[in-house]
């Protein structure tokens, strides 16, 4: 079974770090264009971060510029979103998606066929 599980939310104050990890199981990430996405409360999805199968190539919203990192080991076969300075209207759920493309095209959701089931972060002081 394809799946991508992630995990590293919680709750930090602002102004904190949190890196949250996306792991593979039932394929190899390293062929695959992956992003984060996220949800707030009341809002909709909106697409974080993307990274190319190689790694070489990364895209930001520019709400996150400047202060998140997204980077991946393929041989452990994890993607990594590093994210600094965090605010408050960063609380969200974080998805990790994987695309069936080596390069990012975009935030589009249906270009994501495989999501973990999210994992919480919450900035609060």
């Known amino acids: 079974q394809l799946q991508v599980v992630e995990s590293g939310g919680g709750l930090v104050q602002p102004g904190g770090s949190l890196r949250l990890s996306c792991a593979a199981s039932?394929?190899?990430?390293?062929?695959?264009?992956i992003a984060w996405f996220r949800q707030a409360p009341g809002k909709e999805r909106e697409g974080v971060s993307c990274i190319s199968s190689s790694g070489g190539s990364t895209n930001y919203a520019d709400s996150v510029k400047g202060r998140f990192t997204i980077s991946r080991d393929n041989a452990k076969n994890t993607l990594y979103l590093q994210m600094n300075s965090l605010r408050p209207e960063d609380t969200a759920v974080y998805y990790c998606?994987?695309?069936?493309?080596?390069?990012?095209?975009?935030?589009?959701?249906?270009?994501?066929?495989?999501w973990g089931q999210g994992t919480q972060v919450t900035v609060s002081s």
């Open positions: 998606a994987a695309d069936l493309y080596r390069n990012c095209r975009g935030f589009r959701g249906y270009d994501y066929p495989y």
């Open positions: 039932g394929f190899t990430l390293d062929y695959y264009a």
